[in-house]
């Protein structure tokens, strides 16, 4: 088991959530990290030396079916930490769910607050279901001793090494995407051969101008109306526009 983060000292155990969403399990029950807290903890900042030349997002590990790399597509070798409010967080998890993957790579959510600790595990969502974390940074801790780099929703964590296989999202969408074809049943093939090449292309746009360019996830009818991205069919670049209520037009 990870050692325990000195940021951890604020969990505090509370009682099991009630009222669970229908159809879904109950959030398992504690430990939770403290509520938000700037004034004890101060605001999150991502503090980089410019001549840090690493990348923002520092895991970068790739799965695969052929020995390739170190994390092989396993069933229950995998858990996503995601997030309700990110849309990078969003659009893996929408794949996760069109790879048909529910059974193949366990998934569970952050608390969508968050002071210097990073993102934290809270009663909102449930505890963390595979290390009893009560923080995120824990994960990325036990990866690299002191991290002092960005903690991000989605991370994949590896159970058999223990650490965080990767929190670069792009490639992330694409593994699970692409890698457990032989353990699960997709609804929708989200990254299919003959669009990669097109996909790539839209994804250039999709992330400076809607993603990050749009101010946050909408519902349907409410708010501004959002952009329009172009595309043939639903595809991993679908997924990057849906949780900004992007629709889809044309043949791109």
């Known amino acids: 088991m990870p050692q325990r983060s000195p940021l951890a000292d604020a969990a505090a155990p509370v009682a099991e959530p009630s009222g669970p969403a229908s159809g879904q399990p109950a959030p398992p029950a504690g430990p939770f990290a403290s ?53 990078w967080a969003q659009r893996v998890t929408i794949v996760h769910a069109l790879a048909g993957l529910d059974d193949v790579v366990s998934l569970s959510y952050v608390d969508f607050g968050r002071d210097a600790r990073g993102w934290a595990f809270r009663e909102t969502y449930g505890a963390d279901p595979v290390n009893g974390f009560t923080l ?21 964590w590896d159970r058999v090494t223990g650490t965080v296989a990767s929190n670069q999202f792009r490639t992330m969408g694409i593994d699970l995407a692409t890698q457990f074809g032989a353990l699960a049943t997709s609804l929708i093939e ?21 993603n990050q360019g749009w101010p946050r996830p909408v519902a349907p009818g409410r708010g501004p109306t959002p952009p329009v991205a172009p595309c043939s069919r639903p595809s991993a670049s679908s997924t990057g526009a849906w949780p900004t209520g992007a629709t889809c037009s044309g043949t791109a």
């Open 190 to 210: 989200t990254y299919p051969a003959d669009l990669a090449a097109d996909i790539e292309d839209l994804d250039s746009w999709i992330g400076p101008a809607v």
């Open 136 to 156: 995120l940074r824990q994960a990325y801790d036990a990866t690299e001793a002191d991290f002092d780099g960005h903690v991000s929703v989605p991370t994949l």
């Open 35 to 87: 509520p938000v807290d700037t004034d004890r903890f101060g605001s999150y900042t991502i503090r980089r030396d410019p001549g840090d030349q690493r990348p923002l997002y520092r895991f970068e590990g790739r799965i695969s079916t052929d020995g390739s790399t170190t994390f092989a597509a396993e069933a229950g070798r995998y858990h996503l930490y995601s997030g309700w409010f990110c849309p």
